[in-house]
Structures are given as structure tokens and as C-alpha cells.
């Protein structure tokens, strides 16, 4: 998709203007962090010096990725503003001290519980960030840019953004690299040549990639389909994943191994008619987003692993 298009399709949902580029409407919007517990699921994955095909526009699986090492990465999205988010964060972790870097880019419970960050995306108070931004990327800078000289920081947060965001105790958990001062600095040294491959697609249509992965993350992507779709989606991407190799196929908030499944929910949470699709997919389970806000250890969340049999 050309920049300029980029650029209208961001002015038109700034503005609120009812716009449908994607076919999947509500995944236009970047997501400014992840929402789900990354950096537990990650712990299932063999990620250094491997490689990872990723969705996610809030870049976080990328990055939490780049800082286990890996650092041949391809992410895949619906949403059309994953490369250009990318960028500005990587050029952030570059140049900016972890503080500056959630100044510019929280906004729920920031600074505090039930406040909202006055002044977000004040991308023109730091200068080397948006030098960094050219350096990396010209196209994501101007991007960038001619949206914060059109539109306040708020507006361009507020409406580009979706506002599934935790609060920044919980968003710092849930992400490898903001989990403390020497994580984020350490993934700073980690980040520097890191250039991702972005395509801009729906996953479900179409995967446009003719190599194969050692890893596969779909985030919780599934959770949107059917359980026809998503035996689909993993026949489809099978052929794609190296020998030995591991796909993060769907992840469940507030669910462990005994969790009875309800009707009404989606068809992922059925996990004995999940895992009935191929004996290679075991449910993992580890701290989950409401534990990690409440405290409590026994507030899991799950995905499900799919392992390729050597
Ligand atoms: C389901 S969303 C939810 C955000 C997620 N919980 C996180 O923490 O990042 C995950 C990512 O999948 C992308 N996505 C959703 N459906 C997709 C599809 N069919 N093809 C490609 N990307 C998709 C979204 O744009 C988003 O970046």
C-alpha cells in the first residue's frame, strides 16, 4: 500500500470518518501495546537465532522477540501502520530513556491510576527520536510527521489507536523489553539492525511467503474464527514451519486446562475439540494478563502450542 494511502486512510480515522480498508474492520487500528501476556507465551517458543513469522501491529511480539535473540523476522498484518509503528518504536528504544519512551507512548492510567496521559505522541520534543526515524525509515518518518503537524497527540491516540491498552504495571509484565531499565537497554543493543520483512495481509486469505519458520506466533487472532477456520488456518501453515518447529496457534485469556467450555464462546476456548484437530497441539499455561494486574499466580491465561514432528 503506498504512503499517501497510508497517510489518507490514518487522516480519514483520525478524523472519525467511517472508513473500511481492511476486511476486517476493527484490526485497522494499531494496538499500542500488546494486550495479552507476550512475554509468557514467548517462554514456549526456541528463539535465538531462529526465525519467527509474526502478527502484531503493537510491534511488541517482534520486539520481545529481538531481545530472545531472534532476529530473522517476518510480520504479517491486516493492519496497514505495522511498519511505520514499528520504526517509531524502534527509533525510540534507540534514542530515548525508557521514561521518555512511555511518556510519548502510554496513555491509559498514565501517569497515574484513572489519568490519562495530557500530552502523549509529543513526537517533536525529541528531536533525535525523529532523526533515528528518518535513518531507519523515510517513509515511516513522514508518515509520522505529517500526522502530528496535522492532528494533536491526543487525537492521533485517541483514533488511530485502538484503546485495548492495560495499565503500565501490567503493560511493563507483559513485554520483555519494558520490564526494567536493563531489559530495555539490552534490547536497544539487540534492536539496531533489526529490519523486520512487514506484508499487509489477512492470514486467513492468503500467506504470502514461500520459506519456512521456526516459529509462527498468531497472537489471538484465532479467537475471531471459526474452529473450521482455524483447523484451516494451521493446515495452511504447516507446510511453512521448519522440522521440530512450534506455532503459537491461539491464545486464551482466563482459561487453564480445566476450564469446562461454554456455548456461547468463541470456538477457540473448546479445547478438547481444538486439540481433536491434530495430536502435535498441547495447551500451555502461565500468569495471565488479570493475574498479573491482581497479583495472583492462579490467574492463568493459555495458548495452545502446535509442535511439527521431526
Ligand atoms: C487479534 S489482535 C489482538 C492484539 C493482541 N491481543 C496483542 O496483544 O497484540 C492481534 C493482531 O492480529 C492482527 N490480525 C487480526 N486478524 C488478522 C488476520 N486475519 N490476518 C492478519 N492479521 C490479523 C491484528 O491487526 C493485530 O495486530
Same mark, same amino acid.
Given at each position: 500500500?503506498?504512503?499517501i494511502?497510508?497517510?489518507e486512510?490514518?487522516?480519514?480515522?483520525?478524523n472519525?470518518?467511517?472508513?473500511?480498508?481492511?476486511?476486517?474492520?476493527?484490526?485497522?487500528?494499531?494496538?499500542?501495546?500488546?494486550n495479552?501476556?507476550?512475554?509468557?507465551?514467548?517462554?514456549?517458543?526456541?528463539?535465538?537465532?531462529?526465525?519467527?513469522?509474526?502478527?502484531?501491529s503493537?510491534?511488541?511480539?517482534?520486539?520481545?522477540?529481538v531481545?530472545?535473540?531472534?532476529?530473522?523476522?517476518?510480520?504479517? &498484518?491486516?493492519?496497514?501502520?505495522?511498519?511505520?509503528?514499528? @520504526? #517509531?518504536?524502534?527509533?525510540? %528504544?534507540?534514542? $530515548?530513556? *525508557?521514561?521518555?519512551?512511555?511518556?510519548?507512548?502510554?496513555?491509559?492510567?498514565?501517569?497515574?491510576?484513572?489519568?490519562q496521559?495530557?500530552?502523549?505522541?509529543?513526537?517533536?520534543?525529541?528531536?533525535?527520536?525523529?532523526?533515528?526515524?528518518?535513518?531507519?525509515?523515510?517513509?515511516?518518518?513522514?508518515?509520522?510527521?505529517?500526522?502530528?503537524?496535522?492532528?494533536?497527540?491526543?487525537?492521533?491516540?485517541?483514533?488511530?489507536?485502538?484503546?485495548?491498552?492495560?495499565?503500565?504495571?501490567?503493560?511493563?509484565?507483559?513485554?520483555d523489553?519494558?520490564?526494567?531499565?536493563?531489559?530495555?537497554?539490552?534490547?536497544?543493543?539487540?534492536?539496531?539492525?533489526?529490519?523486520?520483512?512487514?506484508?499487509?495481509e489477512?492470514?486467513?486469505?492468503?500467506?504470502?511467503?514461500?520459506?519456512?519458520? &521456526?516459529?509462527?506466533?498468531?497472537?489471538?487472532?484465532?479467537? @475471531? #474464527?471459526s474452529?473450521?477456520q %482455524?483447523?484451516? $488456518?494451521? *493446515?495452511?501453515?504447516?507446510?511453512?514451519?521448519e522440522?521440530?518447529?512450534?506455532?503459537?496457534?491461539?491464545y486464551m485469556?482466563?482459561?487453564?486446562?480445566?476450564?469446562?467450555?461454554?456455548?456461547?464462546w468463541?470456538?477457540?476456548?473448546?479445547?478438547?475439540?481444538?486439540?481433536?484437530?491434530?495430536?502435535?497441539?498441547?495447551?500451555?499455561?502461565?500468569?495471565?494478563?488479570?493475574?498479573?494486574?491482581?497479583?495472583?499466580?492462579?490467574?492463568?491465561?493459555?495458548?495452545?502450542?502446535?509442535?511439527?514432528?521431526?
Amino acid at each position: 500500500m503506498p504512503i499517501i494511502e497510508k497517510e489518507e486512510l490514518a487522516s480519514n480515522l483520525i478524523n472519525g470518518r467511517y472508513i473500511h480498508y481492511t476486511d476486517c474492520y476493527s484490526f485497522q487500528r494499531l494496538y499500542p501495546f500488546c494486550n495479552e501476556n507476550v512475554s509468557g507465551y514467548l517462554d514456549f517458543l526456541d528463539l535465538d537465532g531462529k526465525s519467527l513469522l509474526t502478527v502484531g501491529s503493537s510491534a511488541d511480539q517482534t520486539i520481545c522477540a529481538v531481545t530472545r535473540g531472534c532476529r530473522d523476522i517476518t510480520v504479517l &498484518d491486516i493492519c496497514p501502520f505495522t511498519e511505520e509503528y514499528f @520504526y #517509531l518504536k524502534k527509533s525510540g %528504544i534507540l534514542t $530515548l530513556p *525508557k521514561e521518555d519512551f512511555e511518556r510519548v507512548l502510554f496513555y491509559d492510567d498514565y501517569p497515574r491510576t484513572f489519568k490519562q496521559n495530557k500530552d502523549p505522541f509529543a513526537l517533536e520534543k525529541y528531536p533525535r527520536l525523529l532523526q533515528q526515524l528518518k535513518k531507519e525509515s523515510e517513509s515511516s518518518h513522514n508518515f509520522w510527521l505529517s500526522l502530528t503537524k496535522s492532528y494533536s497527540g491526543e487525537m492521533i491516540r485517541k483514533n488511530l489507536f485502538t484503546n485495548d491498552e492495560e495499565n503500565p504495571k501490567v503493560t511493563r509484565y507483559l513485554t520483555d523489553y519494558l520490564k526494567s531499565e536493563s531489559a530495555y537497554y539490552e534490547t536497544r543493543k539487540k534492536l539496531k539492525d533489526i529490519r523486520p520483512t512487514f506484508m499487509i495481509e489477512n492470514i486467513t486469505h492468503r500467506i504470502p511467503v514461500e520459506r519456512k519458520f &521456526d516459529n509462527i506466533v498468531l497472537s489471538n487472532l484465532t479467537t @475471531y #474464527l471459526s474452529h473450521e477456520q %482455524i483447523a484451516e $488456518l494451521l *493446515k495452511n501453515l504447516i507446510p511453512h514451519l521448519e522440522e521440530g518447529g512450534r506455532i503459537i496457534l491461539g491464545y486464551m485469556y482466563r482459561t487453564n486446562e480445566f476450564s469446562i467450555y461454554c456455548k456461547e464462546w468463541d470456538d477457540i476456548y473448546n479445547i478438547e475439540r481444538i486439540k481433536s484437530i491434530d495430536p502435535n497441539i498441547e495447551l500451555k499455561t502461565f500468569r495471565g494478563v488479570k493475574g498479573v494486574l491482581h497479583d495472583m499466580d492462579s490467574m492463568k491465561d493459555a495458548v495452545y502450542v502446535y509442535q511439527k514432528k521431526k
